[in-house]
């Protein structure tokens, strides 16, 4: 039915930058929040930033300043922008969307997930 579908992930050295993309397909009606979260081996999966159909964007502490998360919403695509990684970033990030399809029904959806590797 709904299909999230990340790209973007891989190898970078610490202070480099890699841009992430999550598109949604399937029997959409409408979005409304998006989001990327990250889960690094041993801890828990944690919010990154999330974006409103309207563009309000909020952020986990560790992302401010160095990430930056956008969304067309005529492609239904959320995308993040990671500049000035580190090794702590190292991560599989997990793309979320809260959306309607055309049965009415309204839930979370995520993706599979794409890894960050963030070397020093």
């Known amino acids: 039915q709904v299909q999230l579908m990340e790209s973007g992930g891989g190898l970078v050295q610490a202070g480099g930058s890699l841009r992430l993309s999550c598109a949604a397909s399937?029997?959409?009606?409408?979005?409304?929040?998006m989001g990327w979260y990250r889960q690094a081996p041993g801890k828990q999966r944690e919010l990154v930033a999330s974006v409103t159909s309207s563009g309000s964007t909020n952020y986990a502490d560790s992302a401010k300043g160095r990430f930056t998360i956008s969304r067309d919403n005529a492609e239904n695509t959320v995308y993040l922008q990671m500049n000035s990684l580190k090794p702590e970033d190292t991560a599989v990030y997990y793309c979320?969307?809260?959306?309607?399809?055309?049965?009415?029904?309204?839930?979370?959806?995520w993706g599979q997930g794409t890894r960050v590797t963030v070397s020093s």
């Open positions: 399937g029997s959409i009606v409408s979005i409304r929040n």
């Open positions: 979320n969307a809260r959306l309607t399809i055309t049965t009415g029904m309204t839930n979370v959806y």
